[in-house]
């Protein structure tokens, strides 16, 4: 079905409906088969024109006719929620014109060749250190502390937003018991559900692996695979380079095909980010070129999300969680950059994001208090100590042998403390939070039937 015909068959059917329709209701009635993610595109771009009226959030979404009649546009600037530049609005003009007034074009290898790490920036010096001072958390620590103080809040958040605009349906209190305990929306696709928890696998991995990770193939290529886990048809994509041609729906994009090609460039980005002296530039840079070059068969802009968190996890600054960014907006912005090469657009929207996602940690960071500074000395090794005794003891008994072994190597006026933080990590483990010991939950039920 061409775009525009199935708007206008969703506006006809949501006028034989004056006390409104929900998105179900309106996929069963559609003459061909639209994703969930396209349907919602649809409705949102026909809400914004004014061809209809959309009310209620998540599940209680509902949609209905407007009274000027079926087909006829209110002629009305949209009012995009986030504040954007003029060079943003220009853009946002742009990649909304008909799909047919926008010239096809291919990926340009000078948008990426011509960049000069530290000499060019997106982000002004300004920009830079209005996000330094917001995204400061004072905090001089080990690489991955910050985050570890607010994983909890990070897991739900991040994983929640970032699938939110892949188009999953799940809300935030059902993201939260999934996460949590483990709970899937039996009325949602298990396709959902598994989208949300590669998230929550991914984004511990970056957290936890703070240390290890960084711009380089490991670190891209095992978030890819973690994020694209059980969601590819290929069982050997994830993790992998794309060596076939791939397509952007409702673009004039089509990006690289050439797999030698596609492996030298995806290298140059981790070299030149990895030269970038800024947090906030290496961060937005990712968000513009890893969508742009297409690298895998697909989960591309997941990845680029995650990435972009690497620098603030290692600098103990805020992360990235894109709370409250719209679904349209994000998705204009990141087309502005296939199309045009220009990140005006998507800048506006990472830094209106930032400063949303700074302002709300900060309030969770202080409602936890200050943490207790013998247990952030000795994080790695408490981590590592408690995985082997998942993995390996057998009984109670096994466990405090592991615990006192470990604890010779601690200076001799720490050490009890060091057993007694241990000893307490141990007994208030439970199946919503020993994920952060990188186990399975399969090793963590065995570890559990060993020891009672």
Not at 8 to 27: A, F, N, T
Request: charged share 25%; aromatic share 8%.
């Amino acid at each position: 079905m061409e775009k525009e015909q199935g708007k206008q068959q969703l506006i006809k059917i949501i006028s034989e409906y004056p006390q409104g329709v929900g998105i179900d209701d309106l996929s069963a009635q559609l003459m061909t088969d639209v994703g969930v993610r396209t349907l919602q595109r649809w409705l949102k771009e026909l809400g914004r024109r004014g061809l209809i009226e959309i009310k209620g959030a998540a599940r209680a979404t509902r949609y209905f006719s407007v009274p000027h009649g079926i087909g006829a546009e209110v002629k009305r600037e949209p009012v995009p929620l986030i504040p954007l530049s003029t060079a943003g609005r220009k853009a946002l003009a742009m990649v909304n014109a008909p799909i047919q007034q926008r010239p096809p074009v291919g990926y340009q290898p000078h948008f990426l060749k011509s960049y000069r790490p530290n000499i060019d920036s997106y982000l002004s010096l300004i920009e830079r250190n209005r996000l330094a001072e917001i995204g400061d958390t004072r905090m001089e620590q080990p690489a991955g502390t910050y985050a570890q103080q607010i994983l909890n809040r990070l897991l739900i958040d991040l994983s929640w937003n970032s699938s939110r605009l892949e188009g999953n349906t799940y809300s935030l209190l059902d993201t939260q018991r999934l996460i949590e305990f483990g709970e899937a929306d039996r009325e949602k696709s298990g396709k959902e559900a598994q989208m949300i928890l590669n998230h929550k696998d991914a984004i511990e991995f970056i957290v936890q692996a703070a240390d290890e990770i960084g711009y380089n193939r490991y670190t891209m290529l095992n978030v890819h695979a973690m994020l694209a886990n059980n969601l590819l048809s290929d069982l050997e994509a994830p993790g992998r380079l794309r060596s076939m041609a791939v397509g952007i729906t409702g673009s004039a994009f089509t990006p690289l095909a050439i797999p030698q090609l596609l492996e030298e460039y995806f290298d140059l980005i981790l070299e030149k980010v990895a030269q970038v002296d800024n947090p906030f530039e290496q961060s937005f840079f990712l968000m513009v070129h890893l969508p742009y070059l297409q690298p895998f068969d697909d989960v591309n802009k997941r990845v680029s999300r995650l990435a972009a968190n690497i620098p603030f996890i290692k600098k103990n600054l805020s992360p990235l969680s894109f709370i409250d960014v719209p679904e349209d907006l994000y998705f204009q912005g990141t087309m502005a950059v296939y199309e045009q090469n220009e990140v005006s657009l998507l800048k506006d929207v990472f830094i209106w994001s930032y400063e949303r996602s700074a302002a709300k940690y900060k309030v969770i960071r202080q409602s936890l208090g200050e943490p207790d500074t013998f247990k952030l000395k000795y994080r790695l090794a408490i981590r590592q100590l408690i995985t082997s005794i998942i993995l390996k003891a057998d009984s109670n008994q096994n466990i405090i042998d592991y615990i006192r072994a470990e604890a010779e190597a601690i200076p001799e006026q720490e050490r009890e403390q060091f057993i007694r933080s241990v000893e307490n990590e141990i007994t208030s483990l439970h199946e919503g939070n020993f994920a952060r010991y990188r186990v399975s939950p399969k090793e963590f039920v065995r570890f559990k039937e060993r020891i009672e």
